[in-house]
């Protein structure tokens, strides 16, 4: 069956630019990154970073909404990707590096305290800056992949299958092929992707092809070179976990081995359809179910401050950047009962989710009834969605 995913067809409007005006560029340990912010700057932000391949049109169809939310939005083109600079040197576009360019651009633009939100490539700074920065992330939303333990640490079986494309793009011969006959097995492998022109405009400039996609492989999970990966702290900021079941890359037993390591408020939520790029497949619904969120987390900081007799501001001042926290002891330990649970009864399809360690059923809510992806050609205009 084809991986095929719908687009909506009523909705958000089409547009296929985010405003010039809003980039600007910041340099991010000696190299260039094209960064997008729009909103107030003492409003409180969320910090998105988009999936490979792509750039920050991926979150074209958010912004507009968390802008007028109230919320500032910033969103840091990866190194390779979009404006940003695009070295030849693999090694730079490690998931590490990722993330300490992510913070480097927060220090620039002076923000103390942020939300966070991602997927994909984004992955991987979306939680490191969670877990090693708990005093600045005031928040986290997740698309489909969790806390990185459960991803990358001894993943199962299942998730290995479904990754087997991390150990193609290894080889030069994955290159070639990929630019072979007008990209024809690239647009069959992202044959659900809506953007797949501004994917190839990406990948049609010098060095573009490896330093928007293929480079983040070669230096973050290379099975001979990369760095091996090591267990976060937990993470103890509220966290917003969005998982689509139709995702052919992110399995669904991720969801309990991450769920270990959240120990902040969990709020879980399957939407039906929305494949990889949840905000960019499903934009109302995404939109409205992240500024609920935001705006909840919001009130209860509020709260907090107004019952200490403090001013409650939405956005603290630049304090600097703090120390990263220590890696947790005991995280290795409990990769062990999380691998241990792994093979209990549980783990069953879409089980997964609805059974993490610990979970408050109370706040997993179903946004979307889940179905089989639809053919290819109809996917530009079936919704995919049941938008209630």
């Known amino acids: 069956m084809s991986n095929a995913q719908t687009v909506p067809a009523t909705g958000t409007p089409v547009t296929d630019a985010l405003p010039a005006q809003n980039y600007k560029m910041i340099d991010a340990l000696g190299h260039q990154l094209r960064v997008y912010d729009e909103g107030p700057a003492d409003a409180p932000t969320l910090v998105m970073f988009h999936g490979a391949p792509h750039n920050s049109l991926e979150f074209r ?8 939310a109230g919320y500032r939005v ?11 600079d695009r070295p030849e040197d693999a090694e730079l576009y490690s998931g590490y590096h990722d993330y300490e360019r992510a913070l480097a651009v927060v220090d620039a633009l002076g923000i103390d305290t942020f939300y966070v939100e991602g997927g994909d490539r984004g992955s991987l700074p979306l939680w490191m800056l969670a877990a090693l920065n708990p005093e600045r992330v005031l928040g986290l939303i997740s698309e489909n992949v969790s806390h990185l333990n459960g991803f990358f ?17 290894q080889f030069q011969a994955a290159e070639e092929a990929l630019r072979a006959n007008d990209w024809a097995l690239a647009r069959e492998f992202f044959d659900w992707h809506p953007d797949m022109e501004h994917i190839i405009a990406d990948w049609e400039r010098p060095n573009g092809l490896n330093a ?4 983040w492989y070669h230096a973050t999970v290379h099975p001979d070179h990369a760095p091996k990966a090591e267990p976060l702290p937990d993470v103890t900021a509220p966290v917003l976990q969005l998982y689509s079941m139709n995702d052919p890359y992110i399995g669904p037993e991720q969801l309990i081995t991450g769920r270990e390591f959240i120990k902040g408020h969990f709020t879980l939520k399957r939407i039906g359809g929305a494949g990889h790029f949840i905000a960019r497949n499903a934009p109302d619904v995404f939109n409205r179910e992240v500024i609920a969120w935001l705006d909840a987390r919001e ?22 950047r703090p120390a990263p926290r220590s890696r947790s002891r005991s995280a290795t330990r409990r990769l062990g009962r999380v691998r241990r ?12 989710i609805r059974q993490p360690p610990t979970h408050n059923r109370a706040n997993e809510q179903p946004i979307g009834r889940s179905r089989d992806p639809p053919d290819r050609k109809g996917a530009a205009t079936a919704p995919f969605l049941d938008d209630q």
Do not use: C
């Open 341 to 352: 649970i792994r093979a209990g009864s549980a783990v069953r399809g879409s089980l997964a």
């Open 74 to 84: 910033v969103i840091p083109e990866h190194l390779g990707a979009g404006g940003s």
């Open 299 to 320: 009130s209860e900081r509020r709260g907090k401050r107004h019952r200490r007799g403090k001013p409650a501001p939405l956005r603290g001042t630049s304090s600097g």
């Open 153 to 169: 640490i001894d993943p199962a079986l299942d998730q290995r299958k479904r990754s087997w494309y991390m150990s193609y793009f």
């Open 61 to 68: 169809f958010n912004v507009p909404a968390l802008v007028k």
């Open 212 to 215: 928007s996609w293929l480079n």
